[in-house]
């Protein structure tokens, strides 16, 4: 089955400062990717995801990239502020069938 | 309004009880889905669904069970409770494709 990797387990970050999450994955049948941010004691939510046949996707302070020769794909949040302060997990899904998620990142952006 | 919900929220019970987590989307969704999740850490897929009928085990061993008899309805039951079940459980669902939704889970302790 397909394994997801997620890095780094934690980032901390000065507030208008850009962070980088990355993840591989080992399946190069999947061939979507959604985010997700949860933040405590919430249930977890859709943030950005992307489909194999695009390379990148934007929206506003977020995006997504996506490498398949590589097998990897990274969130990018720039200009970061406290209430980006959260958990993000990825997932890989063939055929939006099974979602395989990542271990997490719990990002604290310091005001 | 088109959710999912899930009951209940919170549940402290003794070792050795039954128990059956709710899950209800009002969306239409043919997909659904049992996770479990230590508070922050990674999901683990332990049931899902792909419609009535239709139930399969996840890659994380369960000693759950699950049924489907109608769409909207996919709850998940515990025969006998022991401490090694303490978690919080999110329910999920998806359209074909489309990402999935979460509940706002239901945190069980077993005493």
């Known amino acids: 089955g397909e394994n997801v990797e997620q890095h780094p387990s934690t980032l901390s970050v000065q507030e208008g400062d850009s962070a980088v999450i990355k993840c591989t994955y080992s399946?190069?049948?999947?061939?979507?990717f959604p985010w997700y941010k949860q933040e405590l004691g919430k249930r977890p939510q859709l943030i950005i995801d992307?489909?194999?046949?695009?390379g990148e996707k934007k929206d506003q302070r977020i995006a997504v990239t996506l490498n398949k020769t590589a097998k990897h794909f990274s969130l990018h949040i720039t200009e970061t502020q406290p209430e980006d302060s959260a958990v993000y997990f990825c997932a890989a899904s063939l055929g939006f069938n099974k979602f395989y998620f990542g271990s997490g990142t719990k990002l604290n952006v310091k005001p | 309004e088109a959710d999912i919900y899930q009951t209940p929220r919170y549940l402290v019970i003794g070792t050795g009880k039954k128990i059956t987590l709710e899950c209800s989307q009002t969306m239409g969704h043919d997909k659904m889905y049992w996770y479990q999740q230590d508070p922050g850490m990674e999901l683990h897929l332990i049931h899902y669904?792909?419609?009535?009928?239709?139930?399969e085990k996840g890659d994380l061993s369960s000693e759950s069970t699950v049924s489907r008899i109608r769409t909207e309805h996919f709850p998940l039951t515990l025969e006998s409770a022991r401490p090694s079940h303490t978690s919080q459980y999110l329910c999920?669902?998806?359209?074909?494709?489309?990402?999935?939704?979460f509940g706002p889970g239901t945190r069980l302790l077993v005493l």
């Open positions: 999920a669902s998806s359209e074909y494709s489309e990402t999935q939704y």
């Open positions: 399946d190069s049948a999947s061939n979507y």
């Open positions: 669904s792909y419609g009535v009928n239709s139930t």
């Open positions: 992307i489909r194999s046949n695009v």
